[in-house]
């Protein structure tokens, strides 16, 4: 039956071989499965509240189990190394760094029912992942397993052998560090519950309940609960049948309550008999988790759920049409495309309710109320290009920050289903909203976001939610080592407030707020305090400006702590004021050092591609005439050494899409090296010809369109380049041009022009 | 201010001690607390379903603490050695054996808000107990606790010094040893939730949610809930703030569940300012525990709530009013009385919902659907007490043991809020109900009760769950050992079906079930298949006839396990044929033997004033003409010995009351020696005179009077005894003769009869 599943499987990947022309079709849901790239292949719709992931990470299993998600800092519900797999996980995160969700697990198993996750776990072999569809086949148990979702519910198709069959819920298994879980067993076929979740990156405080309604297609013959008992000592310990073990309750159906707990649904199933499982998630309550199963998956129908999904996601990629290149460069460029559009995802019921910000309450909305917000990740480069592409999107994004921000008084900064995490630094919003704003984005209340973002730039140290150590940055122009517990890395911060003030500079501008414009703009370049002429860096500085001694550039690589810095050294922040790199330029001694020491950045091993501090380095080639081909060189170097067709194949953590994203503009040849600035660097595009399909609502172009004629394959560097007709001499191009419906003609050559 | 307190407890004392001429006066709720009598001293109401109790079994603490539930088999809520108070339970069991309930903790603190239940509990001083109130001051927060309680929830009143002051709700802390709770904080006067327990006396399928709804009198300016975080290593184990600690969620209003979970109440408060916490219960739904605190509590009357408890009692224990005898007399008989009427308890909710037996479901009865049904203890003598002096009540457990029949289709045995634990052996259901309908209670369905009982007499092991050993006992005559796995002591367990089935004989007989008559009395009497000339004893036997080999007739004392026995050794079961005595004495050689060896077993050490199986045994003196001294004197040495005014004045554990009732009927002078028999021993009362109401509903008398008249202090052997004014000789009376209202007048001497 095996060699059986083999055959089907083969049979499938070849039908679905032939027609692989859509951009779904290219999409590999594997890539950044390996590499700590903390994405996962089970199905998800784009910007959706459930996903179904094959849950690998529980339990060290010799070479079958490499990564152990207690056994380091892990953030993957599932590893491609990995292969025991402990059950199907219903909410899960997609490229973040801290370990959370990767809960509410289904697990089918077959013969006598065994309830420890450690027993019951099994290999799997003839893994297919598309988009909206994962399958494999349990080894154990010769069970084919087959996944699709809908935005807020999971379907599971298990097709098992002859026999006993189960399907074993856990609740306390998962990714989450937070323990805690109900649930009451409705019927044979129904079970719901709230399982706890949060605590994200060890923020104690930062829980709230995911709710659930499971259904299964067939009734089970035999149910009941279990839950994990405590350890007994002594007198206790003679008499308890369950001590420190699994107990199963059978035919429990009272509300069941506990630390590690879960359900079993027992089937009499035929040989290859398929029963259903579907999962509804809510945070707001288990009938609202109900409701969204009812309306989004009333039966069991599978295949018309996958399709349905194939469908959805395909007419979202395809706003990006691309011709030419490589079957790996259309892997590489949809698969990140497809990363790019999992998170901020929806938080809001099917009937629009919605957990507050930061306050107990349900909020109601008629729009989408969008969710996980790893901003300072995002701000960078995910909303520009969702502001490029999906402007619609980015508008109830934008929406949904001001919103957080009238139901807990502040702007989100790492936003986790209605809970501020905290995580990070600086203060990531206001780029979001002044980018959005200046791209043309303007169909939402600027006038409450402008509030919000003076508020979080003004408010003094003893009420600022956002900003740590505001006080003295705004009075000395730096904050000081050693004088807010609350910070960390003084630089590193410093230079986020600093990047964050101009764009504040850049709305008030364009809102002709002309004193918040020279006052802000004047406190975007205090990062000027940090530098320090005899190193050439920016370096940590005392309070009453002496530096900080001993001072090494390189410490704090590969996520060392360093004092002064957040997750990156003083090298790796040393160009990071996209804002200002001209007068950096000055400060550094002009343009030929300029570009000596952010060559030396990448040559010597400074540059960190996994992270994002320094992802637009290689664009700033572009501020000096004449090196804007090291610039393409080195873009093109990236994206080959870093991103391809394998579940390795993406540098590091995608940060919800924000590396992923940096291969999409690369690929496109245009990136926006300073979020607020509207202009991009232009870099050598790697496809023949890109179509953007603009969206009506919000820019006056129909589609922007960049074509590039090669000389040969390997052409990388850009020889000529025209701009609707026109010869073209400059390396950045303004967003307004682009989205008048642009038509960008380079031509390549493999050598540079002299 | 302590000495205050100090002051105005000597003030209350003085104040309740001299109108002390109510029966409820007399009741010291401390009897028991002591010497593993497992009763506590917390209010409670008459076969109430909430209680509430001081908590003092957590934490050794040096001499302090000396009794740690879980280091011993340990049954109590409250212990009157220890002193380190961690909270007030709210559901309790008295005088079981096995650790439940216990649970629903509630503690006041002071100060510095602390959640951990061995640092914020605190020893206590200046304890009082009466019937329906308690109060004490707690020495680490000066705070003054006084409880109160109505049928379905608990009244506290906290008098907290001036500053921040707590009430900490626990639901981790008890004494069941299931796990599992969730709550939910609905405002800051309101906290709801669930908790699971069961696994009584380690039965692991025996698990069910009891429900809460708690509110305060005040405002919290603060609150939050709190969960008990598992153990973290490694890298988590750097990171995270809360490892294997309590973890607090401020303002957490969602659900929360978890092992070991609770929430806190923060109030500012004046100096001796008070705070009341009253909590409803239910065994249905939160709904339904906050309908009960809404119904029976809608305010925060304390001394409303107090008195009415007070007057609620001794409204029912006057119905025996007693005068003459010592006050230590009093306390004794009125404190057994009070024990006797806490269980069973009521189950059903105020709108009469209640769980059914054995499935879940939610039944709804006009009537008391009573639980808590320790029959194995009870049926010996509780229950023909209630069917005496309470034959309402009696009537209405009978009714709750028929509807268990129809809901589970078995009568219970031992049963705990609508579970079969299945503790113990026998089928006590059987003699319960036979002896009620024999002694004139007749408003119950009998034909269903009798269908039920002879489908546990006779349906076959394979289905029979009332009876285990049902196939060999009734073809060999004996439950042979070895055979069965699931008999826990053949003979023990053969003794309580002969007593079950010679009830059903006679019910049968009653019923004129001729055929049924006859066999079931010729079964009863198979226990003289045990009897082994050889030694004098019941012996255990195989299969063959053979018997158990070696065999000594001592072990088995102190509860240690034998095989063949239950709780007890040959000794003690060797007279438990009540049913059959004057056999017994023809198959022991005659009487002048039995009496020999009825003797020897007091006078050796083989009487066990501590358990069920030979209580009756004092009595057995009767059934030998002239040798009813033995008896009279054998009961009032045992009641001297075993029974007194202080914590360890109860020989054991209550067993739910029936020790204490053992007191009452021996103080009484009458008693049932065998429950389906409508005769009673007669001891010496101790009373100059006893009234006993008689509920007209169901006896023909108004009152039953028992006068003693003693020839001195100590007389206590009966030199005559008038019935109705006739000379009686005969030492039994009959149930008939007592019910029609007689008037039993005796004279003590000091001397026994010549």
């Not at 986020?496 to 709305?507: F, G, K, R, V």
């Amino acid at each position: 039956m095996r060699n059986g599943y083999g055959i089907l499987f083969l049979l499938l990947l070849f039908h679905l071989a032939v027609p692989a022309q859509e951009p779904v079709d290219f999409v590999n849901p594997f890539i950044g499965t390996s590499n700590y790239g903390a994405t996962y292949p089970g199905p998800v719709r784009p910007w959706g509240m459930a996903s179904v992931v094959p849950f690998n990470v529980a339990f060290k299993k010799g070479a079958e189990n490499q990564f152990e998600k207690d056994s380091e800092w892990h953030s993957r519900p599932y590893v491609a190394e990995n292969k025991f797999l402990t059950g199907y996980s219903h909410v899960n995160l997609s490229g973040v760094g801290c370990p959370e969700l990767g809960s509410i697990l289904l697990m089918p198993t077959h013969g006598q029912l065994e309830l420890n996750p450690e027993h019951y776990g099994s290999t799997y072999q003839d893994e297919v992942a598309t988009p909206g569809y994962y399958a494999h086949t349990l080894d154990k148990y010769s069970i084919k397993t087959e996944l699709t979702a809908t935005l807020r519910t999971g379907l599971s198709k298990y097709t098992f052998p002859q026999g006993q069959s189960h399907i074993i819920l856990n609740l306390g298994l998962g990714l989450t560090n937070e323990t805690g879980a109900a649930l009451k067993i409705l019927s044979e076929t129904e079970v719901v519950g709230h399982k706890l979740i949060g605590t994200f990156c060890y923020n104690p405080e930062d829980v709230r309940p995911v709710y659930f309604a499971i259904k299964f297609s067939k009734p089970a013959t035999n149910f009941g609960a279990w839950k994990k008992m405590p350890p007994f000592k002594g007198v206790e310990a003679e008499w308890t049948k369950y001590n420190d073990t699994i107990k199963p309750y059978p035919q429990f159906r009272y509300e069941l309550a506990g630390d590690d707990i879960g359900a079993y649904f027992s089937f009499e199933t035929e040989n290859e008999e398929v029963v259903y499982a579907k999962v509804g998630i809510s945070y707001v309550s288990i009938e609202n988790a109900r409701q969204n199963l009812q309306g989004e998956q009333p039966d069991f129908n599978f295949d018309k759920t996958r399709q349905d999904a194939r469908l959805t996601w395909n007419n979202l990629l395809k706003r990006i049409k691309v011709d030419g290149g490589s079957k790996d460069d259309k892997t590489n460029f949809y698969s990140a495309l497809y990363h790019t559009l999992i998170h901020p995802n929806i938080l809001q019921d099917a009937n629009g309710e919605y957990p507050l910000m930061e306050k107990y309450g349900t909020g109601n909305t008629s729009e989408n109320r969008y969710t996980v917000f790893s901003l300072w990740d995002t701000y960078r480069n995910v909303h520009p290009f969702l502001s490029l592409v999906y402007p619609e999107v980015q508008s109830q994004m934008v929406k949904s920050m001001i919103a957080m921000y009238k139901e807990s008084g502040w702007l989100p900064k790492w936003e986790l289903l209605g809970m501020e995490t905290s995580v990070m630094v600086g203060d990531p919003a206001t780029p979001v909203i002044a980018d959005t704003y200046l791209r043309g984005i303007r169909d939402f209340d600027i006038q409450t976001a402008y509030e919000a973002i003076k508020k979080s730039a003004t408010a003094p140290d003893s009420v600022n939610k956002l900003r740590p150590g505001i006080g003295k940055y705004r009075t000395l122009g730096y904050i000081p080592e050693n004088h807010y517990e609350n910070v960390w890395g003084t630089v590193s911060t410093s230079l986020e407030y600093n990047i964050a003030d101009w764009n504040l500079a850049q709305l008030a501008k364009a809102l002709n707020k002309k004193e918040d414009y020279r006052n802000f703009l004047k406190q975007s370049a205090s990062y000027r305090n940090y530098y320090d002429p005899s190193t050439g860096m920016l370096r940590p500085r005392m309070e009453k400006g002496e530096w900080l001694t001993p001072f090494n550039p390189k410490a704090g690589a590969n996520f060392e702590p360093v004092i002064g810095f957040v997750e990156g050294n003083a090298w790796q922040y040393r160009f990071y004021v996209p804002h200002d790199i001209k007068n950096l330029i000055k400060m550094l001694g002009g343009k030929s050092r300029f570009i000596k020491e952010l060559q030396l950045c990448f040559d010597d091993g400074n540059y960190d591609m996994a992270n994002e501090p320094d992802i637009t380095y290689p664009f700033l080639f572009n501020f000096v005439k004449g090196e804007e081909w090291r610039a393409q060189k080195m873009v093109n170097q990236l994206i080959h050494k870093h991103y391809f067709d394998g579940p390795a194949g993406l540098p590091g953590n995608d940060d919800t899409g924000t590396l992923s994203t940096w291969l999409l503009f690369s690929m496109l040849g245009i990136y926006p090296h300073c979020p607020g600035d509207m202009s991009y660097a232009i870099v050598s595009p790697t496809f023949d010809k890109v179509t953007i399909a603009l969206n009506a609502n919000y820019y006056p172009g129909k589609e922007l369109t960049i074509e590039a004629n090669k000389s040969s394959k390997n052409a990388i560097y850009i020889q000529n380049l025209e701009v609707n007709g026109q010869k073209y001499n400059r390396y950045f191009i303004d967003h307004d041009t682009l989205v008048k419906g642009a038509h960008l003609k380079f031509e390549l050559t493999e050598t540079r022009k002299p």
